[in-house]
């Protein structure tokens, strides 16, 4: 199923590339001093697979996690999001160019539950958790770092940002090439399809998400996911 560049979508494409660019340049000198110790884990969230307009803002999020996993500056990643706009979990699809670009699939893993940005970090955390990584790191674009800020220091403090730093990755290159036969679901439903506009735009403010039942299993509570 193919999804037209829609308005918003070339906003938030134009805002990627604003916020990316100028922002990565004030923030790359103090990388290293940031990274001096490696994190248990990154989540990258996820992006449309087969989606023109998000091109390239899934190419920047793999080069980042390749060149964080790389050098060190992580020990394992987490890949999140489900099949939300095309018939590709997009968890599993960027594993697999995980493994394309060398990173040890030992050291990968796919979340599949996500649909909104709030939700990659929620479900990741309660992965990363359960397989007991405790410095956990989100690692993304300066625009949804933005957006996602706020959130991140109300309900999960001890997560860190690590926004691209475009010096270290090389945007002219191409990722390679990948059969992601085993990230397609023939169960697929576009968001678009499911939700109306407000129910995606509380879902995008994390309110698909109930914390309720008190627990200490996972930061003091049991998830409760409410899907509208």
Same mark, same amino acid.
């Given at each position: 199923?193919?999804?037209?560049?829609?308005?918003?979508?070339?906003?938030?494409?134009?805002?990627?590339?604003?916020?990316?660019?100028?922002? /990565?340049?004030?923030?790359?000198?103090?990388?290293?001093?940031?990274?001096?110790?490696?994190?248990?884990?990154?989540?990258?969230? !996820?992006?449309?697979?087969?989606?023109? /307009?998000?091109?390239?803002?899934?190419?920047?999020?793999?080069?980042?996690?390749?060149?964080?996993?790389?050098?060190?500056?992580?020990?394992?990643?987490?890949?999140?999001?489900?099949?939300?706009?095309?018939?590709?979990?997009? !968890?599993?699809?960027?594993?697999?160019?995980?493994?394309?670009?060398?990173?040890?699939?030992?050291?990968?893993?796919?979340?599949?539950?996500?649909?909104?940005?709030?939700?990659?970090?929620?479900?990741?955390?309660? @992965?990363?958790?359960?397989?007991?990584?405790?410095?956990?790191?989100?690692?993304?674009?300066?625009?949804?770092?933005?957006?996602?800020?706020?959130?991140?220091?109300?309900?999960?403090?001890?997560?860190?940002?690590?926004?691209?730093?475009?010096?270290?990755?090389?945007?002219?290159?191409?990722?390679?090439?990948?059969?992601?036969?085993?990230?397609?679901?023939?169960?697929?439903? /576009?968001?678009?399809?499911?939700?109306?506009?407000?129910?995606?735009?509380?879902?995008? @403010?994390?309110?698909?998400?109930?914390?309720?039942?008190?627990?200490?299993?996972?930061?003091?509570?049991?998830?409760?996911?409410?899907?509208?």
């Amino acid at each position: 199923m193919k999804r037209s560049l829609s308005t918003p979508a070339f906003i938030s494409c134009a805002l990627f590339l604003l916020c990316s660019y100028d922002k /990565s340049k004030k923030e790359s000198s103090d990388l290293n001093d940031k990274l001096a110790n490696p994190y248990d884990v990154i989540i990258v969230p !996820g992006v449309p697979y087969q989606d023109p /307009s998000l091109k390239m803002v899934l190419k920047a999020r793999m080069l980042w996690a390749n060149f964080l996993f790389k050098k060190g500056f992580t020990k394992n990643i987490i890949f999140s999001g489900s099949a939300v706009y095309t018939p590709y979990i997009e !968890g599993k699809m960027m594993k697999i160019y995980a493994d394309s670009l060398g990173i040890p699939c030992a050291n990968t893993f796919a979340e599949e539950e996500a649909e909104h940005s709030t939700e990659n970090i929620f479900y990741s955390v309660k @992965m990363a958790r359960e397989l007991g990584f405790k410095r956990i790191a989100l690692a993304t674009d300066h625009y949804q770092a933005i957006l996602l800020k706020g959130y991140i220091k109300k309900k999960f403090p001890d997560v860190e940002l690590i926004t691209i730093c475009y010096k270290n990755i090389n945007m002219k290159s191409e990722l390679p090439k990948i059969d992601a036969e085993s990230a397609y679901t023939d169960l697929f439903v /576009s968001l678009a399809e499911r939700e109306n506009k407000l129910k995606r735009f509380k879902g995008t @403010m994390g309110k698909n998400i109930i914390e309720t039942i008190k627990d200490s299993s996972f930061y003091g509570r049991v998830p409760l996911i409410v899907k509208n």
